[in-house]
């Protein structure tokens, strides 16, 4: 009997003690999250104060041209402001390539620089520009912060404006600057630039003419865009978790399905598909269009992403394969006549093609988001390169077997971003296959989600994410280790350009302007100017932003 | 480098995918942009300085019949470069199935070289060139003919601009170099 009393002492005591120990670790944890909050509020606000300041250099530049006066701009130098061994930043002629003349900016003289030699600099850039047309001043990246008191960062400038010869360019700077809160106020900030510098520069200047924009409708194009009804994010998108296939939809393909040699064009469409055929003059170059979706028997297509064309059965008529969401995908064959006949159900899915396959890839909603096709190491099978959103990239090596295997970490390619689109090019011309991704690019969503970190430990524990999650970075960590910072700069990057080394692994290039492009979709190489080299199309847009194609 | 706004192709629609082809015939590559919930963007290739060009249909009799996955070696003017046959790249967009060179200054096609996805190998040079292979032109090659007999001219390209400007050696880059 008193044993067990004993017993039963000792558990209370037990008990009591580890009740302690959890009301002692809670009680840590709630102070230790508490002062992560604080933290994490002070350097959202400063995150927040510094793209209201380069929203207001922007305004300061626009209202400077405008007034001639370059008061505005040195306002947002601080008294304080010095630049040991600045220079004087001018422009330099750099060549011409095609239709456009290149100027970079240099630092010219090792002069140093106070507040006193701010407006004449100012100036003398204003001197340059008749109009302003667009303004972006963006944060590229934060490199040292010190919440609500200092930041170093890089800065993007991108203006597009007019010349003083009626020429139209586009300036894309960026430059380092140093911020200071010279404010005294608690919780207020302030900046000031304390110290600039200029990483570099560019001006491409040109008569706007080298592209044509034709009214589609005058060329007999009568198409415009429309999302699925059915996918109405104010309904939907809670069961969907992201409205990317809401908003993701607009493919369109440039095929000959005639075999005319006068590429036709198909639109992919939420709604109404369409099949636009060319009968324009290739003698005159007279570009003309005419509807041919009810005569060719693609009437009524809706939910679709992607039309792809290719001869499947290789009786010389490419057919169409239709890549859908939330609805079966459809294959459609080209009789010959410029008609064509559904036989989706008769196909199957095994069709033995490297086209074909590619499209099998696409659009089967779990993320894959698109394919791109080459043969990378020049065995003789195709391999695959697959762009994931919110992921890393797939490089699928061809085993010849009919089997491929991930390589993507051996390649150096695994490229983590949000991938949105790949195109492989030779553009170096060296014989082997390169890659450029598009990803979506945004450093300003850093500060766009103010996502405490209570509200993250609270969050995984209601959605159990960290249970859900656990393998991916368990994934994650296999295939970079701990090395998440470099991911973290990457991720902000944007669009990689990368080269074949030739031994089946791929080098990334790091100054080859082509990153930064925007909100990455659709990418593709083309020689656009007929000069031998590849140039790279980028098309980009986000739903409510600005969006701009970027070449 | 962004390009973009000084060619006039820098449109302000919410862009998704970008077919490229040579819509009307002229050599030099256009663009039809399908823009979500928007009219699509139709750019019709207007580069002034622009070189010679060569299109390449290439027609598989062993390999799938469209010779996707062929990749093609042209030289021309010492320089050669390489394009493969592509059923479906960028985002949800395909582009013309025939390959485009862009030859610059060059006036003649040195030498061609084709791997067909049937593992076939075909080299034209010198002789077998022959005279379908010339600028300016769309040409049809059938898989497998090793004299040129199955190389035809499907239709001449109307080339009106200017040549591009520098010489094709020089303006050709390595790795490292910037991209236009």
């Known amino acids: ?429 060296d014989g082997k296959f390169d890659l450029y991704t598009s990803n979506i690019n945004s450093n300003q969503r850093w500060f766009g989600e103010d996502m405490t970190v209570s509200q993250y430990v609270r969050n995984v524990a209601r959605t159990k994410w960290l249970l859900l999650d656990m393998p991916e970075y368990k994934k994650f960590y296999d295939l970079v280790g701990s090395d998440w910072v470099s991911i973290g700069k990457k991720i902000g990057a944007g669009n990689s350009l990368f080269r074949n080394r030739g031994d089946g692994t791929f080098a990334t290039i790091e100054d080859s302007h082509t990153n930064r492009a925007g909100w990455g979709w659709s990418t593709t190489f083309l020689d656009m100017d007929n000069d031998t080299d590849l140039d790279i199309y980028a098309a980009n847009g986000w739903i409510t932003n600005k969006s701009k194609d970027d070449l | 480098m962004d390009v973009a706004r000084p060619t006039g192709s820098d449109c302000v629609k919410d862009s998704r995918g970008v077919g490229v082809a040579d819509f009307d015939g002229d050599g030099r590559l256009d663009m039809v942009i399908n823009n979500n919930n928007e009219t699509p963007t139709l750019y019709l290739n207007n580069l002034r300085k622009s070189g010679n060009a060569v299109e390449l249909k290439l027609v598989g009799t062993r390999s799938n019949r469209d010779a996707v996955g062929a990749r093609v070696r042209l030289t021309a003017s010492g320089k050669t470069m390489m394009r493969q046959v592509e059923a479906g790249s960028g985002y949800a967009s395909e582009a013309m199935l025939p390959v485009h060179f862009g030859l610059g200054n060059a006036e003649r096609i040195d030498a061609v070289e084709i791997t067909w996805p049937s593992g076939i190998q075909q080299r034209f040079e010198g002789e077998s060139l022959g005279a379908a292979f010339g600028v300016n032109r769309l040409i049809r090659i059938e898989e497998g003919t090793d004299t040129s007999r199955g190389v035809t001219v499907a239709r001449s390209l109307r080339h009106s601009a200017a040549p591009a400007s520098g010489d094709i050696a020089s303006t050709s880059q390595t790795g490292g170099g910037s991209m236009h």
């Open chain 1, 1 to 429: 009997m008193a044993r067990k009393r004993t017993l039963l002492k000792t558990l209370a005591k037990i008990l009591v003690a580890l009740c302690l120990i959890v009301a002692v670790g809670v009680a840590a944890a709630l102070y230790v999250m508490n002062g992560k909050d604080k933290e994490h509020a002070r350097f959202f606000n400063t995150g927040k104060a510094v793209n209201t300041f380069l929203g207001n250099y922007s305004k300061a530049v626009r209202e400077g041209v405008e007034k001639k006066n370059p008061a505005t701009v040195a306002a947002l130098y601080s008294n304080a402001y010095a630049s040991q061994g600045r220079g004087r930043w001018v422009m330099q002629p750099d060549g011409e390539q095609s239709d456009v003349a290149v100027s970079k900016v240099v630092a010219e003289g090792r002069q140093d620089f106070t507040k006193a030699d701010i407006p004449e600099e100012v100036s003398r850039y204003f001197n340059t520009l008749a109009s302003v047309q667009n303004i972006w001043t963006k944060i590229d990246m934060i490199e040292q912060i010190e919440p609500e008191r200092r930041v170093t960062l890089r800065v993007k400038f991108i203006l597009d404006g007019t010349g003083r010869q009626g020429e139209i360019f586009e300036d894309r700077h960026f430059y380092r600057w140093t911020l200071v809160n010279e404010s005294s106020a608690a919780g207020e900030i302030n900046w000031k630039i304390t110290n600039d510098e200029l990483i570099e520069g560019l001006r491409v200047a040109g008569d706007g003419g080298g592209y044509k924009d034709v009214n589609p409708a005058s060329a007999g194009i009568d198409f415009k865009h429309s999302r699925d009804p059915k996918l109405d994010a104010e309904k939907y998108s809670a069961k969907m978790k992201f409205d990317i296939i809401e908003h993701g939809s607009g493919g369109v393909s440039a095929a000959d399905y005639n075999n005319d040699d006068r590429p036709d064009i198909f639109f992919p469409d939420g709604v109404r598909s369409r099949l636009y055929k060319n009968v324009g003059d290739t003698a005159t170059g007279e570009v003309r269009f005419a509807d041919a979706t009810s005569e060719s028997g693609l009437e009524g297509i809706d939910q679709s992403n992607a039309g792809l064309f290719a001869d499947v059965d290789n009786d010389g008529f490419p057919d169409l394969f239709v890549a859908r969401y939330l609805a079966p995908n459809k294959f459609f064959h080209n009789n010959g006549d410029g008609t064509f006949t559904d036989r989706s159900k008769e196909m199957g899915l095994d069709l033995n093609s490297t086209s074909v396959t590619a499209c099998f890839f696409d659009y089967d909603r779990d993320g894959f988001v698109d394919v791109a096709s080459a043969d990378y190491d020049g065995d003789g099978f195709p391999d695959l390169a697959v762009a994931n959103d919110f992921g890393r990239k797939c490089l699928f090596h061809n085993n010849g077997d009919g089997t491929f295997t991930d390589a993507a970490k051996q390649a150096g390619v695994l490229d983590f971003s949000g991938g949105m689109g790949l195109a492989f090019g030779d553009f170096n011309d």
